[in-house]
Antibody, heavy 118, light 110 residues
């Protein structure tokens, strides 16, 4: 069964850091470009970041560029999102997903909640 | 990258059709055939319903169809069923290795 499981969310103070993980199973992670998408409580989906199959290329939304770093360990079948200098507006559920021809295919992960608050 | 514009809500009775629009610019929706649509039920992860403007992934009912004209893409749900009640989001490649989602539309089955 194809599955993505996010972890690493939690409560963090403004200015703090967190590292999210996305563990893949049932498929070979190295065959896919991967994305992070977030959703603030009661709000819509927002694209955050993308990484190519071998990890040599990364892209970011303007709102997180310079603060967030996406990476992957294909040997461990795991995707990461290092989040630094966190702000209240980064509070959201963070989802990971696989890309196929410009779309994010099923299944997505269940999401992990990041709350930035003092 | 500003979000793509969708109507906040849409509704229809069971068996009817509903069409949701997704308006962008020539830099995103109008410039690429990488428009996709997602269904999200409350508390659940999004589910891919349409990709590359018109294509349906395996397992998605053919009641769901996509189209595009200029800078506006559309999702049509025909033969509405109770389980179609959900939030729907469009998305597009936006050039320069960026992606953008729509503002979301809540579909209500009356």
């Amino acid at each position: 069964e194809v599955q993505l499981v996010e972890s690493g969310g939690g409560l963090v103070q403004p200015g703090g850091s967190l590292r999210l993980s996305c563990a893949a199973s049932g498929f070979t992670l190295k065959n896919y470009w991967m994305h992070w998408v977030r959703q603030a409580p009661g709000e819509g989906l927002v694209w955050v970041s993308r990484i190519n199959a071998d990890g040599s290329g990364t892209d970011y939304a303007d709102s997180v560029r310079g603060r967030f770093t996406i990476s992957r360990d294909n040997a461990k079948n795991t995707l990461y999102l290092q989040m630094n200098s966190l702000r209240a507006e980064d509070t959201a559920v963070y989802f990971c997903a696989r890309e196929i021809v410009g779309a994010l295919t099923d299944p997505w992960g269940q999401g992990t909640l990041v709350t930035v608050s003092s | 990258q500003p979000a793509l514009t969708q109507p906040p809500s849409a509704s229809g009775s069971p068996g009817q059709s509903v069409t949701i629009s997704c308006t962008g610019t020539s830099s995103d929706v109008g410039g690429y055939n990488y428009v996709s649509w997602y269904q999200q039920h409350p508390g659940k992860a999004p589910k891919l319903m349409i990709y590359e403007v018109t294509k349906r992934p395996s397992g998605v009912p053919d009641r769901f169809s996509g189209s595009k004209s200029g800078n506006t893409a559309s999702l049509t749900v025909s033969g509405l069923q109770a389980e179609d009640e959900a939030d729907y989001y469009c998305s597009s490649y936006a050039g320069s290795n960026n992606f953008v989602f729509g503002t979301g539309t809540k579909v209500t089955v009356l």
